[in-house]
C-alpha cells in the first residue's frame, strides 16, 4: 500500500468521449506525475503537477489536460478519445522531487 | 535522448534457480536508476534505486542490482526465486530537471516462474 488511491479502477468509453481519473495523493506529498502505459510497454510520462502548476510535459498532445487541487489531489482529462488512449493510466505522488509512489492504475478501454 | 532498454521480453526460471534481468541505459549524465515490479493488475512496486556511492544496491524482497558505466547496465539479481516473483519488472532512469522528476522506463521483463 502506497498511499496513493486512483478512480475509477476500470472503465469504457466509446471514440470521441472525454474522461476524467482521479487521483488522491500520498498524505504529505505535493507533486504529482502521470503516466499512460499501454498494453505490453512500460509507463510513459504524460506531466507532472507541483503545487497546482503543470512543471513538467512528455509527448502527449493538449487534449491530455490536468488539475491539481489544493489539497494535492489531481485529475487527468482526456478529451476526443482515440482508440490508441487505451491503457492503464497510473498516478505518482512524491514530495517535491523525491521518490514517486504510485497507485495501482485507472484501466481506460476505448471503444 | 534518455532510453533505457530490456532485451528480455520474458523470461521463465525455475522455483529456487538464481534470476539476472538486464538493463541497459543511455543517459548523459551520472543516471538516477530503479527497478520496480508490477503484479498482474497492480500498479508499480520500488525494488531498489541507484543515486550514487556502492554501486552494489540492496533492495525488498531478496533483490540486489550493480551499476556498471562502462557497460552502461544496471542489471537485476536475485540468488533463489521464488513462485511469488512471478510479475513484470521494470528498470527505469530518472530524469530530474528544475521541479521535475519524471522516470523514462523500459518495455518490461515478464517473469514466470516454474515450480
Known amino acids: 500500500e502506497t498511499g496513493v488511491t486512483q478512480s475509477p479502477t476500470h472503465l469504457i468509453k466509446t471514440r470521441g468521449q472525454q474522461v476524467t481519473l482521479r487521483c488522491s495523493s500520498q498524505s504529505g506529498h505535493n507533486t504529482v506525475s502521470w503516466y499512460q502505459q499501454a498494453l505490453g510497454q512500460g509507463p510513459q510520462f504524460i506531466f507532472q503537477?507541483?503545487?497546482?502548476?503543470?512543471?513538467g510535459r512528455g509527448n502527449f498532445p493538449p487534449r491530455f489536460s490536468g488539475l491539481q487541487f489544493p489539497n494535492y489531489s489531481s485529475e487527468l482529462n482526456v478529451n476526443a478519445l482515440e482508440l490508441d488512449d487505451s491503457a492503464l493510466y497510473l498516478c505518482a505522488s512524491s514530495w517535491d522531487t523525491g521518490e514517486l509512489f504510485f497507485g495501482e492504475g485507472s484501466r481506460l478501454t476505448v471503444l | 535522448a534518455q532510453s533505457v532498454t530490456q532485451p528480455d521480453i520474458h523470461i521463465t526460471v525455475s522455483e529456487g534457480a538464481s534470476l539476472e534481468l538486464r538493463c541497459n541505459y543511455s543517459y548523459g549524465a551520472t543516471p538516477y536508476l530503479f527497478w520496480y515490479v508490477q503484479s498482474p493488475g497492480q500498479g508499480l512496486q520500488l525494488l531498489l534505486k541507484?543515486?550514487?556511492?556502492?554501486?552494489l544496491v540492496q533492495g525488498i524482497k531478496g533483490f540486489e542490482a550493480e551499476f556498471k558505466r562502462s557497460q552502461s547496465s544496471f542489471n537485476l539479481r536475485k540468488p533463489s526465486v521464488h513462485w511469488s516473483d512471478a510479475a513484470e519488472y521494470f528498470c527505469a532512469v530518472g530524469e530530474y530537471g528544475g521541479a521535475t522528476n519524471k522516470l523514462i522506463f523500459g518495455t518490461g521483463t515478464l517473469l514466470a516462474v516454474q515450480p
Open positions: 541507484y543515486f550514487s556511492g556502492d554501486t
Open positions: 503537477y507541483y503545487r497546482e502548476e503543470e512543471n
